[in-house]
T-cell receptor, first 111, second 115 residues
Framework: GQNIDQPTEMTATEGAIVQINCTYQTSGFNGLFWYQQHAGEAPTFLSYNVLDGLEEKGRFSSFLSRSKGYSYLLLKELQMKDSASYLCAVLNSNSGYALNFGKGTSLLVTP | KAGVTQTPRYLIKTRGQQVTLSCSPISGHRSVSWYQQTPGQGLQFLFEYFSETQRNKGNFPGRFSGRQFSNSRSEMNVSTLELGDSALYLC??????????????FGNGTRLTVT
């Protein structure tokens, strides 16, 4: 089995930077995804990390350290529309491949 | 390109009944995965189908089953419904199998309520 932990809720101000952390424990790690889910909507893909390091994509960046079982999603120049749930998901190869999700971090961006 | 389509959007069923949910993936996508989403447990993996074969199954009872057709459309069936099956059921398609690291494209889900 595996454990994926991320904070339940975070609040940040418009224009600021926020870092959402995710830690995981798994013996069959094959990559880590971040998804964004607005209330009442489907999750949408943000990023995928399989090697250590930082991947930057516009205002969003994602970092992975496999030795530490740690990832973070960095959101810069926050906008009100960034208020959403952010889901960390680990691709696991134990007993076949499966994408296992954390419970999500609900981010509220305030004016 | 049309996105992932799930039908119906909402369902209300009674305990003991069975239900079938449908998912049409993005054209050209061969993998379809199903997830159950609840406020307490988050997104939990049910199963993945790829080229009509079940690739992997999550930790759910045998009452949950699925299949995939030759056109990649997928159905999920839940028999002998229990109150705890009330949830949002999400279908996701991807170009290649989940194990390849291909990103998932989710449908808007079917909201199932069991009374």
């Amino acid at each position: 089995g595996q454990n994926i932990d991320q904070p339940t809720e975070m609040t940040a101000t418009e224009g600021a930077i926020v870092q959402i952390n995710c830690t995981y424990q798994t013996s069959g790690f094959n990559g880590l995804f971040w998804y964004q889910q607005h209330a009442g909507e489907a999750p949408t893909f943000l990023s995928y990390n399989v090697l250590d390091g930082l991947e930057e994509k516009g205002r969003f960046s994602s970092f992975l350290s496999r030795s530490k079982g740690y990832s973070y999603l960095l959101l810069k120049e926050l906008q009100m529309k960034d208020s959403a749930s952010y889901l960390c998901a680990v691709l696991n190869s134990n007993s076949g491949y499966a994408l296992n999700f954390g419970k999500g971090t609900s981010l509220l961006v305030t004016p | 390109k049309a996105g992932v389509t799930q039908t119906p959007r909402y369902l209300i069923k009674t305990r003991g009944q069975q239900v079938t949910l449908s998912c049409s993936p993005i054209s050209g996508h061969r993998s379809v995965s199903w997830y159950q989403q609840t406020p307490g447990q988050g997104l939990q993996f049910l199963f993945e189908y790829f080229s009509e074969t079940q690739r992997n199954k999550g930790n759910f009872p045998g009452r949950f089953s699925g299949r995939q057709f030759s056109n990649s459309r997928s159905e999920m069936n839940v028999s002998t419904l229990e109150l705890g099956d009330s949830a949002l059921y999400l279908c996701a398609s991807s170009l290649d199998s989940v194990g390849s690291g291909a990103p998932l494209h989710f449908g808007n889900g079917t909201r199932l309520t069991v009374t």
